[in-house]
């Protein structure tokens, strides 16, 4: 079955800026709704921003004004461009998406939930 697999993850300073990508791969041929979500040691998965199949966005409070979520559908990918990075915003970023699969030539008839690998947002100086 096809994969999420995130990229651009890395190490920041205060202030600076990262973009993430989460592209599908395999067999995957449409992303719906796609979400990314972030996880600091210690604490619990968290939503950061979410994007519809219609393009409705919505944002955590803490990162509202400085996160932003698209997505492009001919690539398949969603991304998540964040500026004005703080110390608190590190962590690993996961994506999450509703995709369709084809297999064996015949799109799915329902849409799958997948998680991407994660990647790493560290924002240090």
């Known amino acids: 079955q096809g994969q999420l697999v995130e990229s651009g993850g890395g190490l920041v300073q205060p202030g600076g800026s990262l973009r993430l990508s989460c592209a599908a791969s395999g067999d995957i041929i449409h992303l719906a709704r796609a979400g990314w979500y972030r996880q600091a040691p210690g604490t619990q998965r968290d939503l950061v921003a979410a994007i519809t199949n219609n393009g409705t966005t919505t944002y955590a409070d803490s990162v509202k004004g400085r996160f932003t979520i698209s997505r492009d559908g001919a690539k398949n990918t969603a991304y998540l461009q964040m500026n004005n990075l703080k110390p608190e915003d590190t962590a690993v970023y996961y994506c999450?998406?509703?995709?369709?699969?084809?297999?064996?030539?015949?799109?799915?008839?329902?849409?799958?939930?997948?998680w991407g690998q994660g990647t790493r947002v560290t924002v240090s100086s």
């Open positions: 999450n998406a509703a995709v369709l699969d084809v297999i064996g030539g015949i799109v799915s008839s329902s849409f799958r939930e997948v």
